[in-house]
């Protein structure tokens, strides 16, 4: 089944740790994104790519980091520069171009800050 | 920079009325895509209905139904015979089909259908 999966669905992380959240998908999409939901909110852009090798900052970059070597995998790094990384993530992905243009969501990782 | 605004934080209607989430948006450019999502408890977001910008007539998908003013910038979604399971989260997003593409979202909008 074509779909995007994220892993794992819960971490928890130290104080001073870097970690990073997975995010593979398997519907030839040029594009992915990763967002960060807090607790009543909406979705806020954190970093985006459109093609291998090239990504974006989004609206809420400090303190992340991502890498794109690969069609199919967008991890993201969440570093010790993040001060209050508690947060449900989501990855999507989706074609940017064409008339059936729309985003496919992961099922969200949910990060926690011990 | 692309902004969504969703002026409604909570609504609520009754199962089998028909509701009416608002969606504006700020943007220079002329050609995007608009679409509403919606976030069950499960979190799992879902497409409900996408918009074209160059499309003049207005997207259905059966009980969901858009109000596009391209003009005004809106972008409503009529939710018809409510149901129960449509007792969600509802995001408003928007992306631009330019080079530098991005999907932004609005902050969303509560909906609780009661009996």
């Known amino acids: 089944d074509g779909g995007i999966t994220q892993s794992p669905k819960y971490l928890f992380r130290k104080e001073g740790q870097n970690v990073t959240l997975s995010c593979e998908q398997n519907?030839?999409?040029?594009?992915m994104y990763w967002y960060r939901q807090d607790p009543g909110q909406g979705l806020r852009l954190i970093y985006y790519?459109?093609?291998?090798?090239?990504?974006q900052k989004g609206d809420i970059a400090e303190g992340y980091s991502v890498s794109r070597e690969k069609k199919e995998s967008f991890p993201l790094t969440v570093t010790s520069a993040q001060k209050n990384p508690t947060a449900f993530y989501l990855c999507?992905?989706?074609?940017?171009?064409?008339?059936?243009?729309?985003?496919?969501f992961g099922q969200g990782t949910r990060l926690t800050v011990v | 920079a692309q902004t969504v605004t969703q002026s409604q934080p909570e609504m609520s209607v009754q199962e089998a009325e028909t509701v009416t989430l608002s969606c504006t948006y700020d943007?220079?450019?002329?050609?995007?895509?608009l679409f509403w999502y919606k976030q069950p408890p499960s979190r799992q977001m879902i497409l409900v209905i996408r918009?074209?910008?160059?499309?003049?007539q207005n997207a259905t998908e059966n009980r969901f139904s858009v109000n596009f003013q391209k003009a005004a910038k809106s972008f409503s979604l009529k939710i018809s015979d409510s149901q129960l399971g449509d007792t969600a989260m509802y995001f408003c997003?928007?992306?631009?089909?330019?080079?530098?593409?991005?999907?932004?979202f609005g902050t969303g909008t509560r909906l609780q259908v009661t009996l």
């Open positions: 790519s459109q093609i291998v090798n090239d990504f």
């Open positions: 943007t220079s450019e002329n050609n995007y895509y």
């Open positions: 997003a928007f992306m631009n089909t330019g080079t530098a593409s991005k999907l932004t």
């Open positions: 519907l030839n999409h040029d594009a």
């Open positions: 918009q074209e910008a160059y499309k003049q």
């Open positions: 999507a992905s989706s074609p940017w171009r064409g008339t059936n243009t729309e985003a496919f």
